[in-house]
């Protein structure tokens, strides 16, 4: 062991990079007992031993309007970084998602000669393919989540491996409370949870469609029960308001989500990393992301991928088709879509009420569904990447192991890095 502690600022503005961060603040704390972790995160982190110089997950937002009415606060803690990278000088700076602050962060960070590591790296691939320049000159070690992110970077001229994705490490050291989900199913009618995101602007875009399907479900299945999954009170108060305006018969919980999916007989979802939890618990789900009009044609140009799910993502066939519209059920390749997804700007609630119907009324098609899930999961859901993460952190950084080479870029003969 170095005689000098490891210091490694964290920066993570996603409930689920704070996540993340915990974990891998976990892993390398086993592994080198005297780590300072400083930077940006959340309670997760903090509680893992982060000491967070502020919570950047309350300033999680969407589109380029809410970033710029919170523009002042990012730069403030853009500046507070350089001043710490400056006078501190960690030994690394790890990124989390967050793409857009996160970019400057790095940037500050390379300025100051300090190595920059990405986990769990944003979905350039799939939204931004033109950011992998960025991500060429500003982060050393890109850190992959999913199988063929590795091929696609190092293609791309980036230093990049393959760990996993950190969610599934989560989802197997997740407590779920049994008695709560066995008398959530003593209750009579098969349940439908709802999940309507974890930010709010998804909540108050999605969860609306989702209740009008849950009306359209119970006409068909008169006794069909629904429970939305609320991520933060303020994010309950909201759904309760619009669940007592629609009439129906709904619980709202707040903390509860693990139960309500392992309780569910299916699910309605927004688009996001819960749909690594409802693989991981074979969950039929139908996923809705409702944009607005302006922001679908945004999309329609920067999109590169036929799916906005992971989960869909990793069976596809072809990642980059030339048939980018999005997922209709009448598609020649529908049937090999697992997560009917409908990314949309328009009203899809009768296409979702009709994949839970389905799989409410005939059994066949639910447990069908449910083995294929289960066949992917064992192939991908196996847990381990905060640790894989942290042992290759520790190789570079010389502090265990045969130091790995350093390379800001990868070589390709036919390919120079801008």
């Known amino acids: 062991m170095s005689g000098k502690p490891l210091r490694i600022f964290f920066s993570a503005g996603e409930p689920s990079g704070d996540v993340h961060g915990a974990n891998l603040i976990a892993q390398l704390r086993q592994r080198e007992p005297r780590l300072e972790a400083v930077g ?26 809410r970033a710029l009415a919170n523009l002042h606060k990012f730069w403030g803690l853009l500046v507070q970084a350089d001043r710490y990278f400056r006078h501190h000088r960690p030994d690394a700076v790890v990124l989390i998602d967050y793409p ?60 990049a491996t393959f760990v996993g994705h ?13 008695a709560f989900v066995a008398q959530v199913r003593s209750h009579a009618g098969p349940l439908v949870t709802i999940l309507p995101g974890s930010r709010t602007q998804e909540v108050s875009h999605n969860l609306k469609w989702f209740l009008k399907a849950a009306e359209l479900v119970r006409q068909s299945v008169p ?54 939890e409802l693989l991981y618990h074979t969950k039929p789900t139908v996923i809705l992301y409702w944009i607005t009009p302006l922001a679908y044609r945004v999309q329609e140009y920067f999109r590169k991928v036929k799916y906005i799910t992971l989960v869909n993502l990793l069976v596809a066939e072809e990642l980059f088709p030339a048939d980018l ?67 290759y952190l520790l190789q570079v950084l010389g502090r ?8 800001h870029f990868l070589s390709h003969p036919a390919r120079t890095p801008k």
């Not at 950190?166 to 049994?178: G, K």
């Not at 265990?400 to 390379?407: C, D, F, R, S, Y």
């Open 166 to 178: 950190p969610f599934f490490d989560e989802l197997q050291r997740q407590s779920v409370d049994e």
């Open 40 to 65: 940006y995160g959340g309670p997760r982190m903090a509680a893992a031993g982060c000491d967070l110089h502020a919570d950047l997950t309350a300033l999680a937002v969407m589109w380029f309007a």
């Open 223 to 276: 006794d069909a029960r629904f429970a939305v999954a609320a991520f933060k009170p303020h994010q309950a108060e909201m759904a309760s308001a619009a669940v007592d305006s629609s009439g129906l018969p709904i619980e709202v919980f707040t903390g509860r989500t693990p139960e309500l999916i392992r309780a569910a007989d299916c699910c309605m979802a927004c688009s996001g990393s819960v749909s690594l």
């Open 325 to 391: 519209t999005p997922y209709d059920p009448g598609q020649p390749d529908a049937h090999r879509v697992l997560f009917p997804e409908y990314l949309t700007c328009e009203d899809k609630s009768a296409q979702i009420a009709r994949h839970v119907i389905e799989w409410l009324t005939v059994p066949a098609a639910r447990t069908s569904l449910e083995q294929r899930l289960a066949d992917l999961k064992a192939q991908v859901a196996h847990g381990g990447a905060s640790a894989r993460a942290a042992e």
């Open 100 to 159: 857009g602050f996160n970019w400057w962060i790095a940037r500050r960070a390379k300025a100051h000669g300090i190595p920059v590591f990405y986990y769990a790296p944003p979905q350039i691939w799939a939204w931004a393919q033109w950011r992998v320049k960025k991500m060429r000159r500003l982060v050393d070690h890109v850190l992959c989540s999913l199988p063929f992110e590795e091929t696609w970077f190092r293609e791309h001229g980036c230093n």
């Open 400 to 407: 265990t192991g045969t130091p790995l080479p350093p390379p």
